[in-house]
Structures are given as structure tokens and as C-alpha cells.
């Protein structure tokens, strides 16, 4: 390691080398400068920063400017490990100064405090140690958040898990309760999947399951309705609820924009075609959805019974259809009459299932 300049290739393990970046931190530097300066170090993406003062002093100084520049960093960004050296005179400094200066140091967020290093071995050794606790670091919190998906995603699909659906479910829910869109809730079934079982074997089922989770995804990324320039589709959560049941939610202007984007979703299944382990299976899926009106409060079980009760109701009606309730006013959930469902026009209040004759579904709706 050259001591004032940028030295590249410390080792941390054999064949791995490690970027280090120097910052020179002078007494006259304002916190401006002091931010442009980290601003240039952590432009070439060093593993490490040293950062090089005169005094016990400059260090203090130097200590809040690391705090404040980490702090206004996005979360997600990787960060350096940060080594600050005081390599000036330490005559008069009492050990009591020198230990408050490395927890204060630490504090801040710097990773390591070297007092006067006294060969460029020392300096390198320490840097080195920095570093690699911060790697470990970084390796234990990738895999605690790997745990953390694997404990909240679905295996089989990839999608979110029942358990993890209800609290962001709940989120979506109080974070839309004041805005200007509404939110669809969407409780989907694959219809006739023992068969599929039945006629084939579970692997056949588990692939075309895996799949239908594909055609969740590829569906959430399109850029949905245009309702007064803006689109509907962001964010989506979707899960598999269990077995082949699957929820949805997403933010929507009004239930006829969620009803047509859910049966642009249910057309999509119904299009494709799964090959699994030499056979070819095509299947359909029902949708029950309910729609809460933005400036209302609906609770969440309550909003996924409502979902539960139209997705019922689409499989009475044939299945491959997607039925909605409007929540905008209390609904007896036992007792679901025609003035409850949406039709396309909103200007009207009958129902509407997706792939059927219109007449023929008010002739049966209650």
C-alpha cells in the first residue's frame, strides 16, 4: 500500500484483490468539498476508502461529514468500508482521549480508527481486517434477506406466499385509503386443476402452476389501462394463496378498469398453451374481484371475502369469467343482489362476466 495515493490490490483471500480509494482530509476542506471528495472516491467503486488526517481534531470533524455522507446514500447502495488514520503527533493525548476517539469514530460509521499507524504493514493489516468484517457483513445480510424471500415467496411459483400476502395486502389498503385510486382485490382458481392431476400426474400439474406464476408476472409488467394519462398496473402484489388459488391486488381508477385488466389476465391463461413432460395442457381460471373506492375504508378480510364471494360466483356462471363487487357501499355478502355486481359501462348498474352472453347472465343474476 502506498501511503497518500490510491493503492489497488490488497488481498483479502488468495486471487481477490481489493480497490482502496484515499481521501487526503485537510483542515481547510468545508463539508461541501468534503462531500464532493467522498462523492469521487466512491465514483470508481473502491471496497475501501482511507481517509487521512492530521490531528485527533480534523478527526472529529471528518467523523459527522462520514456520518452525513452515509446517511444520504440510498439504502441500497453498497458502500465502502471507511478507515480513518490520524497520522499527526499525538503528544499530550491521554488514553482516555484516545479510546473516546475510537467509539466515537465507530459511531459515525467508520469501520476502523488508526492512530498513527507506524509502518505501512500495520495500516495495510488493519485496513485489510475493516474490510473483511465488512465483506462478512455484507454476506450475512444477503443471506438473511434470502431467507427472508424463501420464508415469504412461494417455492413452486416465485410469487409471494399466503402469509406474506395479507400484510402488504393491508399496506396497500391504508396507504390508498386517502388517495384519488381505488383498489382492486382479485382471488383467482384455476378451473377444473384435479383434472389436470387426474388425467396426467402432479408433476404435469406442478409445471403448469409454475407457469401460470410466468403469466402473473409477464401480465403485472404491462403497462395496463390509460384512464386520464395514467396507468393502473403499479405495483401489483400477487400470490399464490394455496393449492391453485391465487390473490392479486393492485391500484384502480374505478371496478370497470380492474374488471377489464383482470380479464386481460384471464385471456392470457386461457391463450396459453403448457407443455410439461411430453403432454400439452391448456386450462382457464375464474376471477372474483372487489373494489374499494378511494376515500373509503375497507378492512382486509373483509375485501378478500368480497374477492372470495364473486369468484364463487364466476364459477356458478360457467367459470373462465371474472366477476366484480363494488365495496362503495355496505354489501351483505350472504345475500349479493344485482346492484352490488359491475358491468363494463360504469354508467350502469347490472353485471358483467367475462366470455358471456350478457342477457343470458341477467337472466340469473338475483
Not at 415467496?153 to 402488504?168: I, K, S, V, W
Not at 399496506?171 to 382471488?187: C, P, Q, Y
Not at 403485472?220 to 396507468?231: D, F, M, V
Not at 374481484?289 to 356462471?317: C, H, N, Q
Given at each position: ?9 490488497v488481498s ?27 462523492s ?34 440510498d ?6 468500508a ?38 505501512s504493514?500495520?495500516?495495510e493489516?488493519?485496513?485489510?481486517h ?44 391504508a ?23 387426474d388425467?396426467?400426474?402432479?408433476l404435469?400439474?406442478?409445471?403448469v ?22 396507468a ?14 391465487f ?45 374499494r ?56 348498474d ?8 350478457e ?8
Amino acid at each position: 500500500m502506498r501511503r497518500g495515493g490510491r493503492a489497488d490490490g490488497v488481498s483479502l483471500e488468495p486471487d481477490i484483490t481489493t480497490r482502496i480509494a484515499t481521501i487526503h482530509g485537510s483542515p481547510g476542506i468545508r463539508d461541501g468539498g468534503a462531500t464532493a471528495l467522498f462523492s469521487r472516491a466512491a465514483a470508481s467503486h473502491p471496497d475501501a476508502v482511507l481517509l487521512q488526517v492530521d490531528s485527533i481534531d480534523d478527526a472529529g470533524v471528518w467523523f459527522a461529514r462520514v456520518k452525513s455522507w452515509r446517511e444520504s446514500l440510498d439504502p441500497g447502495v453498497t458502500q465502502p468500508a471507511i478507515i480513518v488514520h490520524v497520522t499527526g503527533e499525538l503528544n499530550g493525548v491521554s488514553d482516555a482521549d484516545l479510546s473516546g476517539l475510537m467509539l466515537r469514530g465507530l459511531d459515525s460509521g467508520v469501520d476502523d480508527v488508526v492512530i498513527a499507524a507506524r509502518t505501512s504493514q500495520e495500516l495495510e493489516m488493519r485496513v485489510t481486517h475493516a474490510l473483511r468484517f465488512r465483506v462478512m457483513t455484507r454476506q450475512l445480510r444477503a443471506r438473511n434477506a434470502e431467507l427472508t424471500r424463501l420464508n415469504d415467496h412461494d417455492e413452486l411459483t416465485g410469487l409471494l406466499n399466503m402469509r406474506a400476502f395479507r400484510p402488504c395486502l393491508g399496506k396497500l389498503l391504508a396507504g390508498h385509503e386517502d388517495g384519488i385510486r381505488g383498489i382492486a382485490v382479485v382471488m383467482m382458481d384455476i378451473d377444473w386443476f384435479k383434472l389436470v392431476n387426474d388425467r396426467n400426474n402432479h408433476l404435469v400439474g406442478s409445471d403448469v402452476l409454475r407457469s401460470i406464476g410466468d403469466v402473473i408476472r409477464e401480465w403485472s409488467k404491462e403497462p395496463g389501462l390509460a384512464n386520464a394519462g395514467r396507468a393502473i398496473m403499479r405495483p401489483v402484489i400477487a400470490a399464490r394463496y394455496g393449492g391453485d388459488e391465487f390473490a392479486l391486488a393492485f391500484a384502480a381508477g374505478s371496478p370497470t378498469e380492474a374488471l377489464l385488466m383482470v380479464d386481460r389476465l384471464r385471456g392470457m391463461i386461457s391463450r396459453q398453451v403448457f407443455l410439461s413432460h411430453g403432454k400439452v395442457v391448456r386450462v382457464t381460471a375464474s376471477f372474483g374481484v372487489s373494489w374499494r373506492a378511494p376515500g373509503t375504508s375497507v378492512d382486509l378480510t373483509r375485501a378478500l371475502s368480497a374477492a372470495d364471494a364473486m369468484l364463487y360466483r364466476s364459477k356458478e356462471f360457467g367459470r373462465n369469467l371474472v366477476s366484480v363487487m363494488d365495496l362503495r357501499d355496505p354489501v351483505d355478502l350472504d345475500h349479493v343482489g344485482r346492484t352490488d355486481l359491475v358491468d363494463r359501462n360504469a354508467s350502469r348498474d347490472d353485471h358483467r362476466l367475462a366470455g358471456v352472453d350478457e342477457a343470458e347472465v341477467l337472466q340469473k343474476v338475483g
